[in-house]
């Protein structure tokens, strides 16, 4: 070997080791920030869902006062936490006392604090929380409803139920919409043919409408879960025909390929075919389509929790929290109860980002 070639084998830089698909997805999706960012968002969500009884400072259904205010916190030197309580001053033109900070009883925030009992997960008895007042008080840092109840716990708390209900969907519109795609786009001629006019038919209903009209068949008395189970069927029935058209497209244009029809010809099974060729080059792009199709079911929940057609009390979601916020009157005096707009609009946004992460690494051309 020549002083020449050993001075360029010191100095390369190439990686000539071979890395699986997966890894090549991972180092693409490492250099986009608002993919990290939706994924870390994300974590932290379903994290928060997973262990809400730990991380809210407050029992959710505990009640104090209504419509009380988000205290005020200072962070020098540690945060320290003070009520919002009425002054002495009066509105000049309600006469009405204003509302301030009290100075005068300062409250340290602290964390890994003693609070009321519970069970982790339903499972674990415990009685720390992650969050808290170093007295024991009640903490409200985004105020409370009209019931005295905090609006931040109630959030956490509603995090786990919207999520369910959204990573419970999209699980069935995927294995639906996957297998009636990849089945409809692999065998073809009269089946496909037939098939894609009962899609047309999915797709050509006014989603809304239909919505609110099937969730109106459940009575007002049945049980929670029935009441949810319904809704969460409603989502998966009006909603697993996009996703199948999209992967019968592609298995139609997969099934052209070389090595497919090589497979083909040797006598290769159409179940080998379909999960070994297929269904591998056909799960990127329903990966992509699952982190994207998410936020469409947290705000479609939402919505339909508004309007009072997604759960009962007492069960807690984002939608049914935003049932305070219907009146422009409540809104103007009490703006904090729009809280649950924000939770949304984070999920929202770390989804979407997310997914469009995922989409440029899986496919960066």
């Known amino acids: 070997m020549t002083d020449i070639e050993s001075a360029d084998d010191r100095v390369s830089t190439v990686n000539t080791q071979s890395q699986s698909y997966g890894a090549l997805v991972w180092r693409r999706f490492r250099r986009s920030f608002p ?8 974590s932290l969500l379903l994290l928060s869902a997973i262990f809400a009884e730990f991380v809210a400072p407050m029992d959710p259904n505990q009640p104090d006062v209504s419509f009380a205010p988000p205290d005020k ?31 005068e009883n300062p409250r340290p925030l602290a964390f890994f604090v003693k609070g009321e009992p519970y069970h982790l997960m339903g499972l674990i008895p415990m009685q ?9 008080q009640p903490l409200h840092l985004l105020g ?34 996957t297998l009636m795609g990849i089945t409809s786009g692999y065998i073809g001629g009269r089946f496909d043919m037939w098939f894609q006019r009962f899609v047309e038919i999915v797709l050509a209903f006014p989603q809304l409408p239909l919505y609110l009209t099937l969730t109106t068949l459940i009575p007002p008395t049945s049980p929670s879960p029935v009441f949810l189970s319904f809704v969460i069927l409603v989502i998966v029935g009006l909603g697993w025909a996009q996703l199948s058209r999209e992967v019968r497209s592609k298995t139609m244009s997969m099934a052209r390929i070389d090595y497919v029809r090589a497979a083909v010809a040797v006598g290769a099974s ?96």
Request: hydrophobic fraction near 50%; avoid cysteine.
């Open 35 to 42: 993919g990290m960012m939706g994924l870390v968002l994300v």
């Open 73 to 103: 916190i200072d962070f020098t030197p540690w945060p320290t936490v003070y009520a919002i309580v009425e002054t002495d001053e009066l509105d000049p033109i309600t006469y009405q006392p204003l509302m301030g900070p009290d100075l």
């Open 128 to 136: 720390t929380r992650l969050v808290g007042l170093s007295d024991g």
């Open 144 to 177: 409370t409803d009209k019931l005295g109840r905090d609006i931040l716990s109630r959030g956490i708390y509603g995090a786990r139920l919207t999520l369910m209900i959204s990573l419970v969907s999209i699980t069935l519109i995927t294995i639906i919409g």
């Open 270 to 365: 159409d179940g080998r075919i379909i999960t070994r060729h297929i269904l591998p080059n056909v799960l990127s792009h329903v990966i992509v389509s699952v982190t994207l199709g998410i936020p469409t079911i947290i705000l479609l929940e939402s919505f339909l929790g508004f309007l009072g057609f997604a759960v009962k009390p007492p069960l807690i979601s984002w939608g049914l929290m935003l049932q305070d916020a219907q009146t422009f009157s409540s809104i103007g005096s009490y703006p904090w109860i729009l809280s649950p707009v924000g939770f949304v609009l984070l999920a929202v946004f770390a989804f979407n980002a997310l997914g469009d992460g995922l989409r440029d690494a899986v496919d960066p051309y």
